[in-house]
């Protein structure tokens, strides 16, 4: 069994791989206050008595993960592989500042051209959202960042006086008929719409028929508005798993 991490700012989300399958899968929101002693007391709830011999993990904050190393570690008797941009040096990109390359990103990029080819778009919607291609030849070329629905609610609500915070919902109609209705439909539809255009002027940079993807845990609340993506909700810990294979 191989244990895969994917550490977020606010929630942890957990993969247990048996030769390529995804056999278990977990979810911890931890608010940006992830420590050693919450992910092992999650890890020995989620596992039980699963035997574990490998484990990686990725971060978007490198001090989470020294915590859910140590943690990981201590509990299953196995030193977790700490998965970085630098380190995936068998995925050539054209990045320009690859220190500020978000792993995840990376991580998606290198699973959508390992387990659908290339050439591919990969949409990850959650707090932020990202669009990342890999041309044909499996090279990741960058992509684009906007901020997540959730994001957008939270924004308004802070700093518009009398707009009140949401939840995202999809919305029958695009035209609002009350300031409620008006911001849930531009959050929901604006968002639809700007997976959906970014997503397709990236593809035609890119060149060819890419494949479109979609992942991320606000991404089954768009699908009925992406035709034609392909939703892989494992995307990113298929990839932390593939890409701890690629190391031996």
Request: hydrophobic letters at 45%.
């Given at each position: ?39 092992h007391s999650f890890l020995e709830r989620v596992l039980g008595s ?10 978007v904050v490198p001090s989470m993960a020294d915590e859910a190393a ?131 002027m990236i593809g035609r940079e890119v060149g060819g028929r890419p ?38």
């Amino acid at each position: 069994m191989k244990l895969c991490l994917d550490i977020g700012n606010s929630t942890m989300a957990m993969g247990l791989v048996n030769g390529g399958r995804m056999v278990q899968r977990a979810r911890l929101d931890h608010g940006g206050r992830l420590t050693a002693e919450l992910v092992h007391s999650f890890l020995e709830r989620v596992l039980g008595s699963r035997s574990v011999r490998r484990a990686a993990l990725i971060s978007v904050v490198p001090s989470m993960a020294d915590e859910a190393a140590q943690a990981a570690g201590r509990l299953l008797n196995v030193q977790p592989r700490v998965i970085t941009v630098q380190a995936m040096s068998f995925m050539k990109h054209g990045y320009r500042t690859p220190k500020k390359l978000g792993v995840d990103r990376l991580v998606n990029a290198f699973a959508a051209w390992r387990l659908y080819g290339a050439p591919a778009v990969v949409v990850d919607i959650g707090t932020a959202i990202t669009w990342d291609a890999v041309d044909r030849s499996g090279k990741y070329l960058g992509g684009a960042i906007a901020p997540g629905p959730g994001t957008m609610a939270q924004s308004l609500h802070r700093n518009a006086a009398l707009l009140p915070e949401l939840a995202v919902k999809r919305q029958a109609r695009a035209t609002g008929r009350d300031t409620e209705e008006c911001i849930r439909s531009g959050i929901y539809w604006g968002t639809a719409a700007m997976v959906r255009e970014l997503a397709s002027m990236i593809g035609r940079e890119v060149g060819g028929r890419p494949r479109m993807l979609v992942t991320g845990g606000a991404a089954p609340l768009f699908l009925p508005e992406l035709k034609g993506f392909r939703h892989d909700p494992d995307l990113t810990l298929k990839g932390i798993g593939l890409a701890y294979d690629e190391f031996g």
